[in-house]
């Protein structure tokens, strides 16, 4: 289950409105080619993505077990979630049509914030895409949904997601039991970034 940031910020009452607006109106393509909106029509292609351990093994916060009702209702869920303006789930169609990713975005309209999780499949990882991804969906949610504040977690022994989370200026804050929706806990490493900061590294970046 998603937990909110360990700090806590409070949003004006126009500020989350604006974000669970944004979020209810959140549009893939400006995410990226091949992005979607999950729907029931994507469920067993999302099935037979995240069926793989190599893609699901390392996330805590998925439907368990994973099969074709517990995936549609994930998505049914999300959906719902999308009209509270509190969640969005996206996948990644291939040129098949096929998902090949998907990333799951949670937010706390009241508190300006987000979390996000994702994965790629087992044939794209490894190759550099996940890191470009994902510091490209950081500044998607920064700028499209408003918030002040993303959360992350990565197992302990994740060190892919840990360097790229390091690398995106992510801020190391302590280790959190994170909680499976079985119940059971993952130990993870958790980090924070706020807007300030990324708009700070990317001045940094351009030399301005
Ligand atoms: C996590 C994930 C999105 C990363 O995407 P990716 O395309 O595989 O990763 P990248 O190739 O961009 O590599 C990420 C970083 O890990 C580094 N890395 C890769 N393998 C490594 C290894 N065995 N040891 C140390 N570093 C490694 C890369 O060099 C890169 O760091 P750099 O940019 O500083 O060089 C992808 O692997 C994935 O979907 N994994 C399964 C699900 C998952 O773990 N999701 C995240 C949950 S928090």
Redesign the pocket.
């Known amino acids: 289950m998603s937990a909110p940031p360990k700090t806590v910020l409070k949003a004006t009452a126009d500020e989350e409105q604006a974000i669970r607006a944004a979020v209810r109106n959140a549009d893939p393509a400006t995410l990226g080619p091949g992005r979607a909106i999950a729907k029931r029509e994507h469920a067993s292609s999302l099935l037979e993505l995240l069926a793989d351990p190599?893609?699901s093994d390392?996330?805590y916060d998925l439907p368990r077990p994973l099969n074709l009702e517990t995936i549609a209702e994930w998505i049914e869920d999300c959906a719902a979630q999308q009209q509270r303006g509190e969640g969005l789930l996206f996948v990644t169609l291939d040129r098949e049509g096929k998902a090949a990713g998907y990333s799951k975005i949670t937010v706390w309209p009241d508190r300006s914030s987000a979390e996000l999780?994702?994965?790629?499949r087992a044939d794209l990882?490894?190759?550099?895409?996940?890191?470009s991804g994902?510091l490209h969906t950081f500044s998607w949610i920064f700028e499209t949904l408003g918030v002040r504040l993303m959360c992350l977690t990565?197992a302990v022994d994740?060190?892919?997601?840990a360097?790229?989370i390091d690398?995106g200026g992510f801020v190391r804050m302590g280790e959190r039991e994170a909680v499976r929706p079985d119940g059971t806990t993952r130990r993870s490493i958790y980090w924070e970034l706020t807007r300030d900061h990324w708009n700070e590294l990317l001045a940094r970046d351009r030399g301005t």
């Open positions: 190599a893609v390392a996330i999780a994702g994965a790629l990882q490894n190759s550099g895409a996940g890191g994902a990565a994740n060190i892919r997601s360097r790229l690398r």
